[in-house]
Nanobody
Framework: QVQLVESGGGLVQAGGSLRLSCTAS?????MGWFRQAPGKERDFVAA????????YYADSVKGRFTIFRDISKNTVYLQINSLKPEDTAVYYC??????????????????????WGQGTQVTVSS
């Protein structure tokens, strides 16, 4: 069982930046971030593998979001720049122990991740 603890959410003005953190109690093949706005489905944001640091991004966040990891701290970060009101959502950290082929085909789907954090709220004011 892997436990995930997120932090770093908050209220920020449009154009600002935030860095979300997710610390895992154990090591899996990959970790990712999803977000869920009120009344909407949970959407994929970004993912990264522990080995090699291969990254995956949703098209909607490329260029503004960066996912990276600190292996020594078992922590994955999501740097969010140029925040927009439409980025307002609960951001969830996820971890998956799937193989590389499965992740390559399903990195954007919750089925690739078996562990989830509690979520951290990000609110962007206009």
């Amino acid at each position: 069982q892997v436990q995930l603890v997120e932090s770093g959410g908050g209220l920020v003005q449009a154009g600002g930046s935030l860095r979300l953190s997710c610390t895992a109690s154990g090591r899996t093949y990959a970790m990712g971030w999803f977000r869920q706005a009120p009344g909407k489905e949970r959407d994929f944001v970004a993912a990264i593998t522990w080995i090699g640091g291969y990254t995956y991004y949703a098209d909607s966040v490329k260029g503004r979001f960066t996912i990276f990891r600190d292996i020594s701290k078992n922590t994955v970060y999501l740097q969010i720049n140029s925040l927009k009101p439409e980025d307002t959502a609960v951001y969830y950290c996820a971890a998956g122990n799937v193989n590389s082929n499965f992740l390559n085909r399903n990195f954007g789907s919750p089925i690739a991740y078996g562990y989830w954090g509690q979520g951290t709220q990000v609110t962007v004011s206009s």
